[in-house]
């Protein structure tokens, strides 16, 4: 007998097999939704095989689940494993509104990446951020990441080396890829009024119990004072507190040299470590580094560092005309000045907690230091706790401030001692947020 073709158009019913069972479901492909969303991945639950999204349009965040028929791919529609679509990333997806399944996910292809940009400038109360020369928004749905952990804004330190992702001239999300730890000198009351280099960017005056915020990774330190002093090899672990023993250096007995001075114009006023200093006749200054700033009006200011190393020496200094530049910048007062008749930044809280400001401790919390408007780093530390950091940006306005950080974490083990860091950070803070479901 011929076999029956259908006629174009139609299409012939299937007899199932007698060894094919129908139970009324079809498991849901890639293909299958009724939903779809552009968002960004903000956790990912391996155990429970959920994965949360937050909705830019209404930034609320959803869950949904997933499974082996849940498709993931890169942004060219190539299958990926989830593995290699991390928190943080900003992702279309496809799914089931009903049953709250995920059938698919890929990198958005409207999405752009700026990685392991250390060059920025945040401004969160402008809520911008400057990458070069082009200016993107932060805004309410801006998440910020820190090893797999959402933080917030006033974790991220300066130094600390970034991702980010948006969409347009959004970011949506800003990953920490290389984050910082801390420094502590040990034993250093004979080098208080001497310095510290660390590496080829970090050079600061040594004081009393200070605590430094340095990026993650090995260095080469420098002590100095009145010829004396030593180099140091460390290693600095995010989020950990290296301290390093300078207790054998020595301190000999202080060694001079004349340094004659030449500056133009000849009018300019020169400050030696903080003081004014006349130019015109030789001057003798102990071996070791000192900060020199030179101003004069109508001119750009300078501020540099010259190593005394000899019996006699000469310094050139040569300002630049500030005509047709910006206004002169002034240079920031001590924010760690004890003077008084002055605005002031208060810390409330964490309360017993010792609070350094641009790495020179200021006090026990509550308390308070001198008011100066710009970006500084506010650190916060106590014996048996982990030492945290904040980076605050004060307004220019003539009023006082206040800020109240959260709790230290307590932790187990002693710092690093030496030149290594021995000790396991753990992130043990954990956002509990409401899953809402993405009404579409």
């Not at 400038?121 to 801006?142: P, Q």
């Not at 460390?234 to 989020?239: H, Q, S």
């Not at 780093?377 to 048996?384: F, I």
Request: hydrophobic share 30%.
């Amino acid at each position: 007998m011929a076999a029956c073709v259908p006629e174009s158009g139609s299409r012939t019913a299937e007899v199932p097999s007698s060894n094919e069972i129908h139970i009324g479901y079809e498991a849901p492909g890639p293909e299958s939704y009724d939903s779809a969303d552009t968002a960004v991945l903000v956790d990912k639950d391996s155990d429970q095989k959920t994965l949360t999204f937050l909705n830019l349009n209404r930034g609320r965040e959803y869950t949904l689940s997933y499974d082996g028929t849940t498709k993931f791919a890169d942004k060219y529609g190539e299958s990926v494993s989830l593995k290699q679509i991390a928190v943080g990333d900003i992702v279309d997806v496809t799914f089931m509104k009903e049953t709250k399944h995920l059938t698919k996910m890929m990198l958005s292809d409207q999405a752009w990446k700026n990685e392991g940009v250390a060059r920025y400038e945040m401004n969160l109360i402008r809520g911008e951020v400057a990458i070069g020369e082009d200016i993107y928004k932060l805004t309410d749905n801006t998440r910020y990441l820190s090893e797999g952990q959402m933080i917030e804004a006033m974790d991220i330190n300066t130094s600390d080396v970034l991702s980010f992702q948006g969409i347009d001239n959004q970011v949506l999300s800003v990953k920490v890829e290389k984050g910082h730890g801390y420094l502590r000198l040990v034993n250093d009351e004979s080098f208080v009024g001497g310095w510290i280099e660390i590496g080829q960017s970090t050079i600061q005056r040594i004081t009393e119990d200070m605590l430094l915020v340095l990026p993650e990774g090995a260095y080469q330190v420098n002590i100095s004072h009145r010829g004396g002093g030593g180099m140091r090899d460390v290693i600095i672990n995010r989020n950990e507190e290296t301290a390093l023993d300078i207790g054998d250096m020595e301190v000999p007995e202080a060694q001079t040299g004349m340094v004659l001075f030449s500056l133009s114009p000849s009018n300019a006023t020169l400050y030696i470590d903080g003081t004014e200093t006349d130019a015109s006749v030789p001057v003798t200054l102990e071996y070791g580094i000192h900060q020199l700033i030179v101003k004069a009006e109508g001119y750009k200011s300078i501020t540099q560092y010259i190593r005394v190393g000899q019996a006699s020496a000469g310094v050139n200094v040569v300002l630049e005309s500030a005509t047709g530049s910006e206004e002169e910048e002034e240079d920031k007062d001590d924010v760690t000045d004890v003077s008084t008749g002055y605005y002031k930044v208060h810390i409330d809280s964490p309360e017993d907690a010792e609070v350094y400001v641009n790495g020179n401790y200021v006090g026990i919390a509550p308390c308070s230091f001198k008011k100066v408007s710009g970006v500084h780093v506010v650190s916060l530390r106590m014996e048996g706790y982990k030492t945290r950091s904040y980076t605050i940006q004060v307004d220019n306005e003539e009023k006082d401030i206040t800020f109240s950080f959260a709790e230290l974490v307590e932790i187990d083990g002693d710092v690093t001692d030496g030149d290594s860091s021995e000790d396991e950070d753990e992130e043990d803070s954990e956002e509990d947020s409401d899953k809402d479901e993405d009404e579409e």
